[in-house]
Structures are given as C-alpha cells and as structure tokens.
C-alpha cells in the first residue's frame, strides 16, 4: 500500500488573524541627489526629525537612504516581492511625508479598477453565513 503525503499540509496565512501581524511592507529606500535643485524638498525632509518619528513608530521596517544623481526617489519594498517606487521632485517635506505614508499603508499589490459586477472575493463561501429557517423574528405572527 503506497502511502501518499498530503498536499497542502500549511494553513492559509490570514495576516492579522490571532497574536501576530506581519506589516507588508519591508522596506523602505530614500534616493536623493546631494546638489540637485530637484532633491531640495527631500533634503530638508531629512535634515528634520520627520524621518526619525516614522522610523520609530514603524521599527519593523528598514529605511535606507542612498545619495545618487538624478530626481528624488522613495521606494517601497514588499513581503509578497513587488515595489513601489514614486517621485518625489520638487515636492514640500508635508508632500513627501504623505507620500511616505502612502507607501507605508500600501499593501504592494497591484491595483485594481472593480466593477459592479465583479464577485465577492472571499475565503469563506457567504459574506453573511448559512442561512436557516431560525434565524427569523420569533415575535412575528402570521398575517391572516
């Protein structure tokens, strides 16, 4: 008798189920150029302690901060392999801290136009459960 192993022996991963949530985003890249008139708005947005104050509320997540020619740059690194990267010239450090919270709250998937007529996507087979006949008022009477 041949003994056959099962095929999905792991759980489906429901992120924020039970004790632990693992934040989507990993990793977060600042590119800026030292002398360019583009990055003057990221170098301020440095130079505070804004970056400081995200990097402690969010400590799960590694910030790097690269010096390289060219437009300013935050990009958004992801556990499921996706990036996001967005362009940051010649923006206001408010600008460039909304942005930043953008990439944070992301999830890194890829974004989707849904139309009326699109199906609910879910694990379980009813948004509202199984019906049944005791689920009804019990204080209603028959109407005659």
């Known amino acids: 008798m041949v003994v056959k192993g099962i095929a999905n022996r792991f759980s489906i991963a429901r992120n924020g189920y039970g004790d632990s949530f693992i934040h989507p985003c990993k990793k977060i890249i600042i590119q800026y150029c030292n002398w360019g008139g583009s990055s003057q708005g ?3 947005f440095l130079t505070t302690d804004k970056l ?3 990097a ?3 400590q799960q997540i590694e910030f790097e901060i690269v010096k390289k ?3 300013p740059v935050i990009t958004g690194w992801y556990n499921n392999g996706r990036h996001k990267p967005i362009c940051v010239k010649n923006m206001e ?3 460039i801290n909304k942005k930043l919270e953008i990439l944070l709250t992301s999830s890194g998937d890829i974004l989707r136009r849904y139309t009326k007529n699109d199906n609910v996507k879910s694990l379980n087979k009813s948004v509202r459960g199984i019906w ?3 689920h009804g008022n019990n204080d209603a009477t ?3």
Do not use: D, L, W, Y
């Open 69 to 71: 020619s060219g437009h």
């Open 56 to 58: 402690s509320k969010h």
């Open 42 to 44: 990221i170098r301020q």
């Open 142 to 144: 028959p109407s005659v």
């Open 52 to 54: 400081n104050n995200i």
């Open 93 to 95: 450090p408010m600008e």
């Open 132 to 134: 049944s006949p005791f």
